[in-house]
């Protein structure tokens, strides 16, 4: 079930014994076999169009959030020794990034401890894969941030335990917004769990989704 209003409830307080301490995103990969980008500990190894390209996007894109993010490496691709290193790399299905770039950010006080977003180019330097954060210069609202323990807030009075609950902060690109996800065990069938999954807007409190996810044990 999809719900886009905002919630009209009374925030029901967590207790002391609930607090939630700051969570943190990373990245996901891209399966390559045997071979190995190279990883860059800087945006000088970037060549200078592509990282000037990258850089102006981000600043059209996120306006002054974009003062907020540090480097932190990535991945560049050389698809000749791609191919030469994992040859069934010319049957993906997708298209390979040049470049896979990494951007944090830190909010403890709403209970970011960090957050890694990332963006991948094509080797001309346009976008392939959007960086993983809402557009925040054409919706500047979005800059305001409630809560993990506000967010907490609403998903218990969404019927989620207070002791059971698991957040997460990350993207919805649905609703092209930074939510709190909270998820909780609904069943499990040895092999086969059933979570209930809750998406609250990190900017204005909204349920954005609620929803049931199934996770398969691997051995």
């Given at each position: 079930m999809k719900i886009f209003a905002i919630c009209l409830f009374a925030l029901i307080p967590l207790t002391a014994s609930a607090h939630l301490a700051p969570v943190s995103k990373g990245t996901t990969s891209t399966y390559m076999g045997n071979y190995e980008p190279v990883k860059p500990r800087s945006l000088s190894e970037i060549p200078s169009p592509v990282r000037d390209k990258v850089l102006n996007h981000l600043r059209?894109?996120?306006?002054?959030?974009?003062?907020?993010?540090?480097?932190?490496?990535?991945?560049?691709?050389?698809?000749?020794?791609?191919?030469r290193d994992h040859p069934d790399s010319k049957k993906y299905k997708w298209e390979v990034h040049a470049y896979d770039l990494h951007f944090a950010f830190q909010m403890p006080n709403i209970g970011i401890r960090s957050y890694t977003a990332q963006i991948q180019l094509r080797r001309d330097g346009s976008v392939l894969e959007e960086i993983d954060l809402?557009?925040?210069?054409?919706?500047?609202?979005?800059?305001?941030?409630?809560?993990?323990?506000?967010?907490?807030?609403?998903?218990?009075?969404?019927?989620?335990?207070?002791?059971?609950?698991?957040?997460?902060?990350?993207?919805?690109?649905?609703?092209?917004?930074?939510?709190?996800?909270?998820?909780?065990?609904?069943?499990?069938?040895?092999?086969?769990?059933?979570?209930?999954?809750?998406?609250?807007?990190?900017?204005?409190?909204?349920?954005?989704?609620?929803?049931?996810?199934?996770?398969?044990?691997?051995?």
């Open positions: 059209e894109r996120l306006g002054s959030f974009t003062d907020r993010l540090t480097f932190t490496g990535g991945e560049i691709v050389d698809f000749k020794q791609l191919a809402p557009a925040f210069a054409s919706s500047p609202e979005k800059l305001n941030f409630i809560t993990l323990e506000k967010a907490a807030s609403v998903a218990v009075a969404s019927g989620f335990s207070r002791k059971d609950i698991d957040p997460k902060i990350t993207y919805f690109k649905a609703a092209d917004a930074l939510v709190w996800e909270f998820e909780e065990l609904v069943s499990d069938y040895g092999l086969v769990k059933i979570y209930k999954k809750l998406y609250v807007s990190a900017h204005n409190g909204a349920v954005l989704k609620e929803f049931l996810s199934e996770a398969v044990r691997r051995h």
